[in-house]
């Protein structure tokens, strides 16, 4: 289970998660909500993840992606909000990643 903090009144503010275990996995801003401007993810040793650039809800730009190792990591390719993202397990990383389109800044889940 992944703890969120978050500060601000109606979900407007930073957002900090953490894996279960307490090290830090992220951080956001959102507003409304919806997440905005630069989301930074990190692998569980610390080491950065991927950096997402969002604006009202919608994801439009992959900024950066590293393996465990800081290594350039496939995560999709993104432009203006459309194409697709890949998602990878930081916690497991025996499980496969999970491709997903990406239509004007929609992620659609898989159902």
Known sequence: MNRTVFGGAYNTGTWYYYYSDGNFMGQGEQRGGKPTGLWKWYHKNGQPYTERLYENGKVLEIKSCFDKGG?????????????????????????????????????????
């Open 71 to 111: 290594k350039s990591l496939d995560c999709g390719k993104l432009e203006n909000g459309n194409g697709y993202i890949i998602f990878h397990d930081v916690e497991d990383y025996k499980n496969p990643p999970n491709k997903l389109e990406v239509k004007d800044g929609d992620i659609k889940w898989n159902e």
